[in-house]
T-cell receptor, first 114, second 111 residues
């Protein structure tokens, strides 16, 4: 099976812009979670989607949003970018939700905000 | 909210030495997972522990889950250069059903 894919892999934006990141989970996986990874804060949970519904949400401002499509692909959007949003954004898929299963991570999208 | 603390933050060892990282949760966990992230890579699942006092081994790696299900450890015997990376524990908050990651322990090895 193909692994989790994320696009784009690298992105440079300026403050105030918005960005959309995409994640395609492993075939058959219906749960998609998003994480932000920074050197200072480690891996921070953003949100989880299952069957097109947001199941869990982390402690991030409303500028961070996401959605999931009927084919389980997910997108994450960040509006009004700030310098502090520079990070590696990781998507992870798992087979089920309701009970936390193994997370299969994608390679990530490295976002740099200038 | 639930917090998962991991120590040490960094560890540098000589190849062949042992290595241990510790994970502590502020709340009781339903289970704990361990991941490894190689430099420039993404986290890769290593193992999940569910039972109180559980011990699991993967070759030179030994994972333990505390009796109170609030702490865990990963021990590597006789490190090799392929062990380089950051090791994360991730606890499952039973109430919220989401993974909370520790800060990770970055292991570097002198060959």
């Amino acid at each position: 099976k193909a692994g989790v894919t994320q696009t784009p892999r690298y992105l440079i934006k300026t403050r105030g812009q918005q960005v959309t990141l995409s994640c395609s989970p492993i075939s058959g996986h219906r749960s998609v979670s998003w994480y932000q990874q920074t050197p200072g804060q480690g891996l921070q949970f953003l949100f989880e989607y299952f069957s097109e519904t947001q199941r869990n949400k982390g402690n991030f401002p409303g500028r961070f949003s996401g959605r999931q499509f009927s084919n389980s692909r997910s997108e994450m959007n960040v509006s009004t970018l700030e310098l502090g949003d520079s990070a590696l954004y990781l998507c992870a898929s798992s087979l089920v939700s309701g009970r936390v299963e193994t997370q299969y991570f994608g390679p990530g999208t490295r976002l740099l905000v200038l | 909210g639930q917090q998962v603390m991991q120590i040490p933050q960094y560890q540098h060892v000589q190849e062949g030495e042992d290595f241990t990282t510790y994970c502590n949760s502020s709340t009781t966990l339903s289970n704990i997972q361990w991941y490894k992230q190689r430099p420039g890579g993404h986290p890769v699942f290593l193992i999940q522990l569910v039972k109180s006092g559980e011990v699991k081994k993967q070759k030179r790696l030994t994972f333990q889950f505390g009796e109170a299900k609030k702490n865990s450890s990963l021990h590597i015997t006789a490190t090799q250069t392929t062990d380089v990376g950051t090791y994360f524990c991730a606890g499952v908050d039973g109430g919220a059903q989401k993974l909370v990651f520790g800060q990770g322990t970055r292991l570097t090895i002198n060959p």
